[in-house]
């Protein structure tokens, strides 16, 4: 009887051991090519920038390249917000995570944990550069990004929920661009316009506020910058993020390190706004 009692004890104690641990997670989408992914160099953070160079315990991430250039890299579930949840492509592409790059997440999952004041943050970054809205992440196009993207989205959300977490999808960002300077400004828009109509239904997540981040202005995408502006203006629920005095390393694509930074800060701020009062 004793031992009946004491295996009981045990098993109750587990439940309410795990019931303990359990949270609630604020879950943000981040997802885009190169400057999304980041280029913004780690070893850049020193100085007053040191602090974004430190584990956020706080905030959880979970990230995922694609297959198009190669092995997927991902960070093997979710792990504390950090630089390096980012894989550059060509010479010199790390064959493991953390890496020596970073994107705007890490100054954005710190502005959200900031503003929802306590509560758990968690963040779901699939990205991939040199990869177009109109071919790669075009949900009609089958054994590409967008497949990919869902799937890892799913595969990271059922993750929290098999460790007893609940969540609450509150927003998504997204930094995309620079490969479809080709297209016309409405061609686009139209490209962006039903991406995000698709992430909305996927995700079940109709109001779902969705932040576009400004590509950079190098004199070539004036079409695709003014259909993110409009999109913006047109579609409910969505905000834009300007790249104005943001700054590149390689004369005109990639944001530096500060720019990332500062990006996602500015990420954070229109997501705010979007999401209200915590």
């Not at 009946?4 to 359990?22: E, F, P, Y």
């Not at 502005?111 to 809205?133: N, R, W």
């Not at 992430?199 to 576009?212: H, K, Q, S, T, Y």
């Amino acid at each position: 009887m004793r031992a009946m009692t004491w295996v009981v004890a045990c098993v109750v104690g587990l439940v309410c051991d795990t019931a303990a641990r359990a949270d609630h997670f604020e879950v943000f989408v981040v997802a885009g090519q190169s400057n999304c992914d980041g280029r913004g160099k780690g070893s850049e953070l020193t100085g007053p920038l040191a602090k974004w160079a430190k584990p956020q315990d706080d905030v959880l991430i979970a990230y995922s390249c694609s297959k198009l250039r190669g092995p997927v890299l991902t960070s093997d579930g979710f792990q504390p917000l950090r630089p390096g949840w980012s894989v550059a492509p060509g010479k010199g592409k790390p064959t493991k995570l953390p890496s020596g790059t970073f994107g705007p997440e890490v100054a954005f999952g710190r502005g959200m944990a900031d503003h929802l004041k306590g509560k758990k943050v968690a963040l779901i970054k699939f990205a991939e550069g040199g990869t177009s809205l109109a071919k790669d992440w075009n949900p009609d196009v089958k054994d590409r990004l967008y497949p990919a993207f869902l799937e890892f989205t799913r595969k990271s959300l059922k993750e929290l929920k098999d460790k007893g977490h609940t969540y609450t999808i509150r927003g998504m960002i997204w930094h995309q661009g620079e490969s479809d300077a080709g297209l016309t400004a409405d061609e686009y828009q139209k490209q962006l316009t039903a991406f995000i109509g698709r992430v909305r239904a996927d995700l079940e997540a109709p109001d779902l506020p969705f932040g576009v981040g400004e590509v950079f202005d190098n004199g070539k995408r004036d079409t695709v910058r003014a259909a993110q502006k409009a999109t913006a203006e047109k579609v409910k629920g969505v905000f834009f993020v300007p790249a104005d005095k943001l700054k590149t390393f390689d004369g005109g694509t990639h944001f530096d390190a500060a720019s990332q930074i500062e990006l996602g800060e500015r990420f954070a701020a229109g997501m705010a706004k979007a999401v209200g009062k915590p």
